[in-house]
């Protein structure tokens, strides 16, 4: 499938069903933390970039291939920003319609500002918006925006969606070490918060290889810090680890690409995801990937992840694997 994938574990949304309605890293943020590399170019327009109509049929497809049970929520979810389609709030009155499922959609939140997306989001069940940041400088070091979506718009979208909105509404807050988990960035964004009354705060980490070299993972003093300031709704949210349901893919290469193009892994955890296929196998269609160059390898936090070939991480950090690597890869 091209616009649909899992359902894949998730902490927060159990079996997540994703739908990915944007090509490979289209964002109007450029996010120092982002999984799937830097934002090349940055992009701003809402347009509908697959026709809605493919990406419901696959929904309708996915839908009825699963039996009751095996998925908890249907999630917008996947390559970049989805406010970013003009289609969205269509496509989730349509998800409703066709199932009882709650629909979920994970979003930077640069677009609540206006009130057409504010609109399109109520129909959804529940809506994670970011906000890692509580000022103007250190937004745009985080998150590097397109330049007219301003610290000003977002908080103002926050709050305007807080007011309107009746469904669960959960902001994330990416933790990176010594950008925003000292006593006095968190005190800015918890007044932030606030301010925006959301119903939870979920604590993010920058486990995934992160769009920049320098990003580092909060240590447990950071997360103490963070839990003791954001306060009671606050929590720290894990990645969740689990099999993938792959049963759309026919091959162990299409698996992986499916996977790694949203979600870049290390080989121990590809090997856990793709549980369907031998460990051998999964090594030998890894090295297939990475001689056709449809997949490479970065380097990040002294582990090797794999990612699609398209994304866009810093050349020094895509070096050839070495022999030593390729032997400790299938240890
Ligand atoms: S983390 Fe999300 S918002 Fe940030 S650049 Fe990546 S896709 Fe965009």
Redesign the pocket.
Known sequence: MKYVFGPVPSRRLGQSLGIDTIPPKT?N???V??Q?GR?VPLVHERREYYPRQDILLEVEQALADHRPGEIDWVTFVGS??PTLHSGLGWLIRQVKELSDLPVAVIT?GAFLYLPEVRLELSLADAVLP?LDAGNARLYRKI?RPWPELTFERLLQGLQAFRQEYHGKFWVEVMLVKGLNDSEACLTEIARRLERIQPDQVHINLPTRPPAEAWVQLPDQDGLLRAMGILGDVAEVVHPAEGEFDLSGDENVVEAILNIITRHPMSQEQLVRALGRWQPEAVDQALGELEASRRAQVVRRYGSLFWTVRTARFPEENLKPITNDEQRSRRL
Do not use: A, F, P, V
Request: hydrophobic share 15%.
């Open positions: 964002c943020w450029n996010c933390y982002c799937l934002s970049g920003e930077n970011s998150n």
